[in-house]
């Protein structure tokens, strides 16, 4: 089960850290992605982290935001800085099964485990 928390209302050029607790995983063993669905558009990778610590940003938010885990947790953290209006969406936490120390661009279809959201709304 994953469970996102943290989203809500925000102001532009604010800050956020969104947080995915996972459990009945065994979280090590998983690469942890971020998505986010705007209204009205399609989904969109963010990007993910592995086991280790390894990270991929994905366009449009590499530079805005920063992955992390804790693997004693069994959580991950998305950090999303300099927010706009345009980053209004919900923020979906994933997870797949791989011992890759790194993956790049992945798909929702990609991902074998889906939280089931949380909102951010970015006011202007």
């Given at each position: ?50 086991w280790?610590?390894?990270v ?10 920063a992955l ?12 999303i ?7 209004t ?21 990609d991902?074998?485990y ?11």
């Amino acid at each position: 089960q994953l469970v996102e928390s943290g989203g809500g209302l925000v102001q532009a050029g604010g800050s956020l850290r969104l947080s995915c607790a996972v459990s009945g995983l065994s979280f090590s063993n998983y690469y942890m992605g971020w998505f986010r669905q705007s209204q009205g558009k399609e989904r969109e990778y963010l990007g993910g982290i592995s086991w280790n610590g390894n990270v991929y940003y994905k366009e449009p938010l590499r530079g805005r935001i920063a992955l992390s885990r804790d693997n004693a947790k069994s959580t991950v953290y998305l950090q999303i800085d300099s927010l706009k209006p345009e980053d209004t969406a919900v923020y979906y936490c994933t997870a797949r099964h791989t011992s890759a120390p790194t993956l790049g661009s992945l798909s929702w279809s990609d991902m074998d485990y889906w939280g089931a959201g949380t909102l951010v709304t970015v006011s202007s």
